[in-house]
């Protein structure tokens, strides 16, 4: 029988990490399941994170997660770089699934899994992903579009919530 792990968190972004850090403090030495493409999230893929409590100067993306990273493995948070691919949540024990075949059981699990970006396939949309495309309005529109004509594309009451926050 395999060994039942106090917790398991999936997804090595920003929330991922710091459940880590703080479930690792109280001393559950959880198993963060990273990734085994790209650890560390969105965030890894961001140039300049002007948002971000504690920096008053900005911070660029993947140095952010470097930090992020380094600080849950100082607190004792255990990273296996791969990927759940299944869960089964029934029962007293959680068992997860790996794409490497691994598979583990816990008495709890956490689900960071980020986000995704949702692109429109307009002209040009590849092209300046990162430049004048943005995919956060709560990130980069305070900072993009408070001199700029914009668009803005997504659910209607988010979009408009967006457009008109000042």
Not at 59 to 81: C, D, S, T, W
Not at 92 to 107: D, E, F, H, K, L
Not at 119 to 141: N, P, Y
Request: hydrophobic share 40%.
């Amino acid at each position: 029988m395999t060994t039942v792990e106090n917790v398991i968190i999936v997804g090595s972004g920003p929330a991922g990490y710091t459940a880590a850090i703080y479930l690792a403090g109280a001393g559950l030495s959880p198993i963060v399941l990273t990734s085994s493409v790209e650890a560390g999230g969105a965030l890894v893929n961001t140039t300049e994170v002007e948002n971000f409590p504690g920096f008053p100067e900005g911070i660029m993306g993947p140095h952010l997660m470097e930090n992020m990273r380094k600080q849950a493995e100082r607190f004792g948070a255990r990273l296996v770089y791969d990927d759940a691919t299944a869960l089964d949540l029934a029962g007293n024990v959680t068992t997860i699934a790996t794409g490497s075949g691994t598979v583990y059981r816990a008495q709890a699990v956490v689900l960071a899994r980020g986000s995704a970006y949702r692109k429109l396939g307009i002209v040009g949309e590849q092209r300046f992903t990162g430049r004048e495309v943005s995919w956060c309005a709560t990130c980069d529109g305070l900072f993009r579009c408070q001199t700029q004509r914009s668009c803005r594309a997504g659910t209607a009451r988010f979009s408009k919530q967006q457009a008109t926050k000042r």
